[in-house]
């Protein structure tokens, strides 16, 4: 496994709640920063959250602060991005990926096929 891989993304009502889950390799991403990315239909990727290696620090789009929450669990090589109150804005392709940096630039091509959800109405 050289790419993370993303799981847990579905069909979900608008208010609902969903868990995804990112496996990465270690060897590879051992003591990075680990983030969340998603590109609904017609947009750009864009940053959703971002957890640091030893989980001390953690960071938010605005537009899901207090809604979403990331965690991961280095002995299993997972990161966790927990939804909920989706809405219709949650739709997109979820991508998971080191970031860098002050600003949590996910570094270039380095996330999984992704996982998607897709929030119902």
């Known amino acids: 496994q050289v790419l993370p891989v993303e799981s847990g993304g579905g069909l979900v009502q608008a208010g609902g709640s969903l868990r995804l889950s990112c496996g990465y390799s270690?060897?590879?991403?051992?003591?990075?920063?680990m983030g969340w990315l998603r590109q609904a239909p017609g947009k750009e990727r864009e940053f959703v959250a971002g957890?640091?290696?030893?989980?001390?620090?953690?960071k938010y789009a605005d537009s899901v602060k207090g809604r979403f929450a990331i965690s991961r669990d280095n002995t299993q090589k997972t990161v966790y991005l927990q939804m909920s109150s989706l809405n219709a804005e949650g739709t997109a392709v979820y991508y998971c990926?080191?970031?860098?940096?002050?600003?949590?630039?996910?570094?270039?091509?380095?996330w999984g096929p992704g996982t998607q959800v897709t929030v119902s109405s």
């Open positions: 957890i640091t290696w030893n989980a001390g620090r953690t």
């Open positions: 990926a080191p970031v860098y940096g002050s600003d949590w630039r996910p570094q270039f091509g380095a």
């Open positions: 270690s060897e590879i991403f051992g003591g990075s920063t």
